[in-house]
């Protein structure tokens, strides 16, 4: 079942077992996203407690600690250890080809990605991040890297094709019956 969540506009997190964060634009509506503290707040909780999380472009923005613009630090989630910066001219565009080189919470290593990015954003403190997709065509967050990690959040430039890539929904539903099926043992446990 799908839940939609506007993160400018509600002011909690649904019960949800997982949540895809994809694309946009974000850095139009950095002053509502920033000002919205009580879903930031809610969601990274969440997160910390092992929610599930794919996030593309827009999304990787929106997880970040915050998003630098026109001079302006605009607070975002901080559930990924980074700091975006908004430029005037793209940092990747065009079409992405990637290769899964690392164990992650959703896809198989030696899965093939297909997928694009358009963003004119840049990661300016990525050092030490833990990254899973090689990126063999394309821009990608970090040097030729991109899939960032943290817990159960992937997060990455690419706006993966679902057509041409299918395994992605396969891992994202596979991890959030695993999550919703912790989530059921933790209350039947108190509820004894």
């Not at 630098?68 to 989630?77: D, S």
Request: proline residues 5%; contains cysteine.
């Amino acid at each position: 079942e799908l839940t939609f969540i506007s993160p400018a506009a509600d002011g909690h997190l649904p019960s949800i077992d997982a949540l895809y964060v994809g694309g946009g634009f974000p850095e139009e509506h950095l002053r509502a996203l920033s000002s919205n503290a009580g879903l930031r707040d809610d969601l990274k909780k969440h997160i910390a407690d092992g929610l599930p999380v794919w996030a593309e472009c827009g999304g990787l923005m929106y997880l970040s600690r915050g998003v630098r613009c026109g001079g302006e630090t605009y607070p975002m989630v901080g559930a990924l250890p980074i700091t975006v910066e908004q430029m005037q001219r793209p940092q990747g565009h065009g079409y992405v080809s990637a290769l899964v080189d690392t164990a992650n919470p959703f896809l198989a290593e030696r899965t093939s990605l297909g997928g694009h990015e358009f963003h004119y954003s840049r990661i300016l403190d990525g050092a030490g991040l833990r990254s899973v997709f090689d990126i063999r065509r394309g821009t990608g967050s970090l040097p030729g890297r991109d899939g960032l990690v943290v817990g159960n959040v992937l997060a990455s430039y690419i706006h993966v094709h679902a057509r041409g890539t299918p395994e992605w929904a396969v891992g994202v539903t596979e991890r959030a019956r695993q999550w919703k099926s912790t989530k059921t043992r933790t209350r039947a446990r108190f509820d004894l």
